[in-house]
């Protein structure tokens, strides 16, 4: 095969030592998908020591990230491209690359001749579209290798073989085993992928799926009904698949929107999907049939929210993230009832804007795609053209007049609000603040007086 061209490998290539790309690299350089992670191995010389030489001659930042097993890393000037450097397993390129946890991944390609070592049969699971373990026992080194696999199903669309799934069910249990920091990456680098519902399914059946979020196993206690087609776990799958789906469609001022990464180093996209899965989980709680056979899920956005930020703190997701999937699926009903406002006009647009501030593209695509997934019997097709048009035109209005909004002023702090109304921090403060920023988002205050005038008559 090729060898990559770029500076990291030409300055590889003028090295004395016997020096393999191996892994994700090669992977990528076969399937002709870009790539910033380069693992290489060093035959002859101790890793520490020509992992320095190295980040010398590339102007480099020099981590040592395991001195025991002796692995380093390197981050390029760019902060995006980086280079891992170890020392094969016992000295011996065969018996690292048999440590390895699937076959795509235990390909190694020597710098210099362009030689490849694929003793498990990579290139063949590549060319094939298979996703193969290279022994059973490798999950044991490393259980996180378990939620790998479906990572890499729904990023590359592969397979997963039959036999690598038993292995993975036998073991699903093993997934508690790696620090909740290592699973909340892959579960992110997992929704980054255009499969994504491809690989929840496979997860599902291998058992990992509720382990990781426990609330999906209850989803699955609620059937369908006039609403909704689905039973409640297939509804949110289905919400993921339509938020892939819309995206996909989007013009490309709101792809690039979700393709931007504001919280936690992956897209909006990925964070809107896993939101979408989590959106109805308040469900199961709040669940109450009527006389009349009518199911109702009263609150379960608030409780939903409530739910995925307990969950998401125990899996040590960053405030910035959890404070955005929380706003998700606590306001994913919100932009449907703002277009049901009786005499709909650009102040009830304006308003619902000012809220949302700019996250108003995932909110929209979030609510797109929840109406698309729910055909029940009551849902005709008119209720769905009129909820999806109706998004539609509020979310045109925001992409023309979004350029021209400026922040909101702050009228009063907290300070000057304890002034005014002679009173101490408490919860009570709170919502005079909150209630002053809503009436402040409605329109109804404009100025300083206004604002002091508001307080004051709420105090």
């Known amino acids: 095969m090729d060898i990559p061209n770029n500076l990291i490998i030409n300055t590889l290539r003028n090295c004395s030592q016997t020096i393999y790309l191996v892994g994700g690299s090669v ?19 101790d890793a520490g020591t020509f992992a320095q030489k190295l980040a010398a001659a590339l102007d480099a930042v020099y981590i040592p990230l395991d001195e025991e097993n002796k692995i380093y890393r390197l981050v390029m000037k760019d902060k995006v491209n980086y280079i891992d450097i170890t020392n094969p397993v016992e000295g011996n390129l065969t018996k690292d690359l048999l440590r390895r946890d699937f076959t795509i991944n235990a390909i190694a390609l020597n710098i210099n001749t362009g030689e490849t070592a694929d003793i498990t049969g990579g290139q063949s699971d590549l060319h094939n579209g298979i996703i193969r373990m290279v022994k059973p026992e490798n999950f ?12 890499f199903e729904s990023v590359l669309g592969f397979e997963i073989e039959e036999k690598t799934i038993k292995a993975i069910k036998a ?27 491809k690989s929840l399914i496979s997860m599902d059946d291998a058992g990992l799926l509720e382990l990781i979020f426990p609330p999906l196993k209850d989803e699955k206690k609620v059937p369908p009904n006039t609403h909704h087609h689905l039973d409640l776990f297939h509804h949110s799958l289905e919400v993921v698949n339509q938020i892939q789906k819309l995206y996909e469609a989007a013009p490309e001022e709101i792809q690039k929107h979700l ?9 909006r996209l990925a964070h809107l999907k896993l939101a979408g899965l989590l959106h109805d989980i308040g469900k199961f709680q709040t669940w109450t049939i009527e006389d009349n056979g009518r199911h109702r899920f009263i609150k379960h956005d608030d409780i939903g929210a409530k739910m995925a930020d307990e969950l998401l703190r125990k899996m040590h997701y960053s405030k910035k993230q959890i404070e955005y999937i929380t706003k998700m699926i606590k306001l994913h009903i919100y932009p449907s009832s703002v277009i049901q406002a009786p005499n709909l006009s650009e102040k009830h647009y ?46 045109d209005y925001y992409l023309k007049i979004k350029d021209s909004l400026k922040p909101l002023p702050k009228l009063l702090d907290g300070k000057e609000v304890m002034e005014i109304l002679n009173i101490k921090p408490s919860p009570e403060l ?30």
């Open 140 to 151: 044991d080194d490393d259980p996180l290798r378990l939620l790998r696999a479906f990572r």
């Open 259 to 267: 393709e931007q990464s504001d919280f936690g180093g992956t897209s």
């Open 27 to 45: 992977r990528d350089a076969i399937l002709g998908r870009k790539t910033y992670d380069n693992d290489i191995i060093v035959i002859d010389e």
């Open 350 to 395: 304006m308003r619902y804007i000012r809220r949302m501030e700019n996250d108003v593209i995932d909110n929209i695509i979030l609510a797109q795609a929840d109406r698309l997934s729910a055909r029940g019997e009551a849902i005709t097709d008119e209720v769905l053209s009129d909820n999806i048009n109706g998004l539609n035109k509020m979310l």
């Open 171 to 197: 073991r699903a249990e093993q997934i508690s085993k790696p620090a909740v920091e290592r699973i909340n990456c892959e579960i992110m680098k997992l929704f980054e992928g255009k499969f994504t519902v």
């Open 430 to 459: 709170g919502k005079i603040l909150d209630a002053l920023k809503e009436a402040q988002i409605s329109g109804d205050i404009n100025t300083r007086e206004e604002a002091i005038e508001f307080v004051t008559k709420l105090k």
